[in-house]
């Protein structure tokens, strides 16, 4: 007898087995993350065939574990041409279980860190709840750090009291030559916290610190690779805005363009982050702190014609949202960066670089050479430090070239 499923799903027969109360809620769970009825289908029928598997072979169901699934796929192998989304459907199969406490949680074996993973991880400790550093420094200080420990201690005791500034300068000397200049002043940079830290702990007495040598740095040495205004016209002209992607996608876009937002404050923009009475959006930035921005009719508008005719329907706060299954918001910058890269190469745009932050950039020379000055240019982006912002008298090449004087004799 056949079994159907809201209506959509359709078995041949009714599940049997340790999952057969479960596999009904599994279906509805799949449909709530946005998974299109063909893909609910394929992996409902995986997980009631798991099920018949497990049946005769007498597997309980509070004693299925991860291990199970490889070995039904080997079994069935055997029989049938495998799917590519046979795993991912068992693999979420177990997660939904694992929600519903049918089956318990998998028990992984504690890992022995080392001494020198040890150190880091209280020093990332240390970044995070003492000093309340953002998570991106976070992560781009620790590798350097143990990179350095490991360099100097290998898998032994790490006793930092040990360290000299030989230590430190030989170190740096030999990483920063193959560095990119950016990479090597950040490499400088973690070691400075990290010995300003260790002589914090009291685990030295010396000022190491004051040893990790400086990498040269020429002020203002590269101009920011803005896009231009037109091909911003053209980006935005080139978007369907009759589908969900596009409204969401040019809504994005223009929250780069018009307000300069960074990829990873798009991301986590919250639906609470809008105030459309006041006509504001708040923002936090890179140091944690929260600007409020004032919210143009234009970006306003796309953002509410993708909240009504684009967004799928989510339990999520997050304001943009994946298109594809499981529907939820974007894990970090990167996304918003997937989309700048792929609307521009469907453009068939040759941009200044394939990220977001060109818009950034586009912004702030639009601005400055609208007569805009510094200090407002840096309210608008959220800098921190007036110094950030000078960066963007180098772009206005044009207004520079009138105030160029003859060259004496003229043109040879």
Not at 192 to 215: E, H, I, N
């Amino acid at each position: 007898m056949k079994f159907s499923i809201d209506g959509q799903v359709v078995l041949l027969r009714a599940p049997e087995g340790p999952l057969a109360a479960y596999i009904k809620r599994f279906a509805g769970s799949l449909s709530e993350q946005g998974y299109a009825p063909d893909s609910i289908h394929r992996q409902v029928f995986i997980g009631a065939c798991f099920s018949r598997w497990l049946k005769h072979r007498g597997v309980a169901l509070r004693s299925i574990t991860s291990e199970h699934p490889p070995r039904y796929l080997r079994y069935r192998a055997r029989r049938a041409r495998p799917s590519q989304g046979d795993a991912a459907a068992l693999s979420h199969l177990l997660t939904f279980l694992r929600g519903e406490g049918a089956i318990p949680a998998e028990k992984v074996a504690a890992r022995r860190f080392t001494p020198v993973e040890r150190c880091t991880e209280a020093y990332e400790l240390y970044l995070r709840e003492v000093r309340g550093l953002a998570k991106a420094t976070i992560v781009n200080y620790v590798p350097f750090v143990c990179r350095f420990l490991k360099d100097h201690f290998g898998d032994g005791t790490v006793t930092l009291s040990n360290l000299c500034a030989s230590d430190v300068t030989r170190f740096v000397q030999r990483q920063a030559s193959h560095l990119h200049r950016k990479r090597a002043k950040l490499l400088t940079s973690a070691l400075r916290s990290f010995l300003q830290y260790a002589r914090y702990r009291g685990k030295t007495k010396l000022d190491l610190a004051a040893a990790v040598p400086t990498v040269a740095n020429w002020s203002m040495s590269s101009i920011p690779r803005a896009i231009p205004a037109d091909q911003v016209r053209q980006l935005l002209a080139s978007i369907d805005r009759r589908t969900p992607a596009g409204c969401r996608d040019y809504a994005i876009l223009l929250l780069l363009a018009r307000l300069g937002l960074r990829s990873g404050e798009v991301a986590s923009l919250e639906l609470d982050n809008i105030d459309w009475n006041a006509g504001q959006l708040s923002v936090r930035g890179k140091s944690g702190q929260r600007s409020e921005l004032p919210l143009s009719a234009e970006v306003g508008e796309a953002i509410a014609t993708y909240l009504r005719r684009g967004r799928p329907k989510s339990a999520s706060r997050r304001v943009f949202l994946r298109v594809k299954a499981p529907i939820r918001g974007f894990r970090g910058a990167s996304g918003i960066g997937s989309v700048v890269h792929h609307r521009l190469q469907r453009a068939g745009i040759d941009a200044p670089t394939h990220g977001a932050h060109q818009f950034r950039h586009g912004l702030a020379t639009q601005m400055l050479r609208q007569g805009a000055s510094l200090d407002e240019i840096g309210e608008v982006l959220g800098h921190h430090n007036p110094q950030t912002t000078t960066i963007y008298t180098k772009v206005d090449l044009d207004a520079l070239r009138t105030l160029a004087l003859p060259w004496p004799g003229g043109v040879r």
